[in-house]
């Protein structure tokens, strides 16, 4: 599967943005698709995660500001980020996983600044 990942951009703190991650095949049955980040000098790291089964896990940075949901019909998985803030710059990555595939997308700039 190949993911490909927009919505990235420019935004003011306290501003939103909704990410996109388009598979070029069915994401019905992939265990897990996640949304990790890079900030600059720093390593990958998870930001939220979404089961098959729908079940959500995120990282505590983002809880109540960031949700990842997925839409098997349109092979589509997004992150709406809400009340960004300064240190949310970094680049998204998409992923998808489980015991067959390990996928990533090329990721996706979001920087805020004022």
């Known amino acids: 599967v190949q993911l490909v990942e927009s919505g990235g951009g420019l935004v003011q703190p306290g501003g939103s943005l909704r990410l996109s991650c388009a598979a070029s095949g069915s994401i019905f049955s992939i265990s897990v698709m996640g949304w990790y980040r890079q900030a600059p000098g720093k390593d990958r790291e998870l930001v939220a995660a979404?089961?098959?089964?729908?079940?959500?896990n995120y990282a505590d940075s983002v809880k109540g500001r960031f949700t990842i949901s997925r839409d098997n019909a349109k092979n589509t998985v997004y992150l709406q980020m809400n009340s960004l803030k300064l240190e949310d710059t970094a680049v998204y990555y998409c992923?998808?996983?489980?015991?067959?595939?390990?996928?990533w997308g090329q990721g996706t700039l979001v920087t805020v600044s004022s």
């Open positions: 979404i089961t098959s089964g729908g079940s959500t």
């Open positions: 992923n998808a996983k489980d015991p067959f595939i390990d996928a």
